[in-house]
């Protein structure tokens, strides 16, 4: 069996701008493409890009006992999403170790959708439907694309009604060129953005569409990969590149705490009751590292997986980085030893090409109050 058995709809055009359809959570995915891919992030800093992101998982789940599946399997507490509003979450094992992210969407009263990646969370789901009133989905027809970066807004203003008065995580249901999606005020770039829920016979007709309109204003078709660049910067992690999945420990098996990951925050104040989560609150102020920042001097970006040292010993690792040539700097995600996740720590990244001096920082390093995402209007 090939290693891709899912398949977007928009394959040939991807392939048609250079893309080798390389795997990514089993649908060849557009990677790369020929063209240099700091255009591709400038384009969505300063203006839009789109993204074909249909390789994330999209779950429906339907029925009376919904509700208490998403309550059972997620963190989040699910009586304050209303139909309408969505909310990022986290899914854990037994011992309160994070397995999958994801963001729930409220769609009715008894119907959500949930989009994951490359994590167990669709297990996650399944196990906590077990003997429950309750309908599980896989929907792969249900293409995302993802319009990206200040532009977005004024490009689908034309076409959408109401899209302006749409608010950070919240969702609806319309028409887009005559075609009936969902658009979500979502997204993985830090940036203002929303994401197209399309059918998949509809999502090349918009597709291009987009594109050809949106060209005047610099819309431009991006890879998926320049999410690494975006991602580094608005400080989103990526499973399993920045979990001990990819970077074991030396003496236990894989698994991150929330409060390592800094994803914490999406427990719910007070929730119990959810995967995990006797052991997860056990494990508060037992980090064994935390994820934060490295700025580097120069214009050197980190290689992958590189050693960060501190006076001669090696006190993490840098799962991504990126050059930011819009303010010129090379930044990363790292994996520090606690006592070395502090603001302005020195440390050294051994790239293959030779050291690299470099200082622990906190994280996001673009706009850290979030306002680009949030803006009204």
């Known amino acids: 069996m090939t290693a891709s058995w899912r398949f977007s709809t928009l394959a040939d055009r991807h392939r048609a701008l250079g893309s080798k359809l390389e795997d990514w959570s089993g649908m060849?995915?557009?990677?790369?493409?020929?063209?240099?891919?700091?255009?591709?992030?400038?384009a969505i800093r300063?203006?839009?890009?789109?993204?074909?992101?249909?390789?994330?998982?999209?779950?429906?789940?339907?029925?009376?006992?919904?509700?208490?599946?998403i309550d059972l399997a997620t963190t989040r507490d699910v009586e304050k999403i209303y139909p309408g509003k969505s909310a990022y979450a986290c899914m854990l094992n037994e011992a309160g170790k994070f397995t999958d992210d994801c963001i729930l969407y409220r769609t009715g009263p008894n119907a959500w959708m949930v989009v994951h990646g490359s994590g167990t969370g669709h297990e996650e789901l399944q196990r906590a439907a077990?003997?429950?009133?309750?309908?599980?989905?896989?929907?792969?027809?249900?293409?995302?694309?993802?319009?990206?970066?200040?532009?977005?807004?004024?490009?689908?203003?034309?076409?959408?009604?109401?899209?302006r008065d749409l608010?950070?995580?919240?969702?609806?249901?319309?028409?887009?060129?005559?075609?009936?999606?969902?658009?979500?005020?979502?997204?993985?770039?830090?940036?203002?953005?929303?994401?197209?829920?399309?059918?998949?016979?509809?999502?090349?007709?918009?597709?291009?569409?987009?594109?050809?309109?949106?060209?005047?204003?610099?819309?431009?078709?991006?890879?998926?990969?320049?999410?690494?660049m975006l991602r580094v910067e608005s400080y989103l992690?990526?499973?399993?590149?920045?979990?001990?999945?990819?970077?074991?420990?030396?003496?236990?098996g894989p698994g991150d705490t929330l409060w390592e990951l800094?994803?914490?925050?999406?427990?719910?104040?007070?929730?119990?009751?959810f995967r995990g989560a006797e052991e997860h609150y056990r494990l508060k102020g037992k980090e064994r590292f935390k994820i934060y920042g490295v700025l580097l001097d120069g214009k050197e970006p980190a290689d992958?997986?590189?050693?960060?040292?501190?006076?001669?010993?090696?006190?993490?690792?840098?799962?991504?980085?990126?050059?930011?040539?819009?303010?010129?700097?090379?930044?990363?995600?790292?994996?520090?030893?606690?006592?070395?996740?502090?603001?302005?720590?020195?440390?050294e990244i051994r790239n293959k090409s030779g050291s690299i001096k470099a200082t622990a920082q906190p994280l996001p390093f673009d706009d850290p109050k979030k306002t680009k995402r949030t803006a009204k209007g």
């Open 28 to 42: 060849g995915t557009a990677w790369t493409y020929d063209k240099d891919a700091d255009e591709e992030y400038i």
């Open 46 to 69: 300063t203006k839009a890009g789109l993204m074909d992101v249909s390789g994330l998982k999209k779950v429906h789940i339907t029925g009376p006992h919904a509700s208490h599946l």
């Open 130 to 163: 077990m003997g429950r009133d309750v309908s599980l989905r896989f929907d792969d027809n249900l293409h995302d694309l993802s319009l990206q970066g200040p532009a977005a807004v004024d490009y689908l203003a034309k076409h959408v009604p109401g899209i």
């Open 167 to 228: 608010n950070y995580f919240h969702h609806m249901q319309t028409q887009l060129f005559g075609f009936p999606v969902m658009i979500s005020r979502t997204g993985y770039t830090g940036e203002r953005g929303y994401e197209i829920f399309c059918r998949g016979q509809d999502a090349g007709t918009i597709w291009d569409r987009i594109l050809d309109e949106g060209k005047s204003a610099g819309i431009i078709p991006c890879r998926f990969t320049t999410l690494d």
């Open 237 to 252: 992690l990526f499973y399993p590149y920045d979990n001990s999945q990819k970077y074991p420990f030396e003496n236990e």
């Open 262 to 273: 800094g994803l914490d925050f999406t427990v719910s104040p007070g929730k119990t009751g």
């Open 304 to 347: 992958e997986g590189a050693p960060v040292c501190r006076d001669g010993k090696k006190v993490g690792v840098v799962t991504c980085a990126m050059y930011s040539p819009l303010v010129e700097k090379s930044m990363g995600i790292a994996r520090l030893d606690v006592d070395c996740a502090v603001k302005d720590t020195r440390l």
